[in-house]
């Protein structure tokens, strides 16, 4: 299994060096974030030992959980926070998380402003955008997003960067082109997007951070 970690990694790696390439960017101006919700240590320690160091997770109790005592072990350790955050989650997402990706609401704006302002700790945040506008999905309708950027601004969060999840089971470059021009129309620099499926694509449309889970630690149970 320690084996298998480390070369899946190394695959990653190197497919993102190359579709970086195609694109004449940078490889290390996309930071691979590895979505380790669902699975324990023992599955996170062979990326740990293979030197990744940031990590993503969606449920707040579930990385309080797993995340103190590994990040004991390694202190360098950079936690992101992804998708869905209720809002009286906050305290605690801001206390152990490196960033957020999910603010996509004002009360969530307000909330995490607020704990901001208790703890003094400031992750990086991200407004997460329903590029497909579909009904089921999380994130700022597009309509609403010159709305939702100028409360953030106005509340102090520190906003680094858009993020989506297009639509499933259509090609997904539009969607990213789209998130790509509301970044610079906003002037935004970071970029949040592309998953197991479809992170190539993602970096060569100008993806800053993608979030790959299934690619490097095999199916959720
Ligand atoms: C689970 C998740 C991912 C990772 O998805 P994979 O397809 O397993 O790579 C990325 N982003 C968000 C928001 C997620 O919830």
Sequence with gaps: MNGAAEERLSEIRSRIDKAAELARRKAVDVTLIAISKTHDAQAIRPLLAS?????????VQEAEAKWPALQREFPDVVLHHVGQLQSNKADEAVALFDA?????????????????????????????????????KGGCPVAELPTL????????????????????????????????????????????????????TAVTIGATHVRVGTALFGERA
Aim: hydrophobic residues 40%; glycine residues 12%.
């Design 51 to 59: 030197g990744q160091r940031v990590f993503g997770e969606n449920r």
């Design 149 to 200: 950027i100028e409360g953030a601004r106005e509340a102090g969060l520190p906003i680094i960067g858009l993020m989506c999840v297009p639509p499933a089971d259509v090609e997904p470059a539009p969607y990213f082109a789209l998130l790509a021009k509301l970044a610079r129309r906003h002037g935004l620099g970071a970029l949040s997007m592309g998953m197991s499926g479809d992170f190539e």
């Design 100 to 136: 957020i990706h999910g603010v996509d609401r004002p009360s969530l704006v307000t909330a995490l402003a607020k704990a901001m302002e208790k703890t003094g700790r400031r992750p990086d945040c991200f407004l997460q955008v329903n590029v497909g506008d579909e009904p089921q």
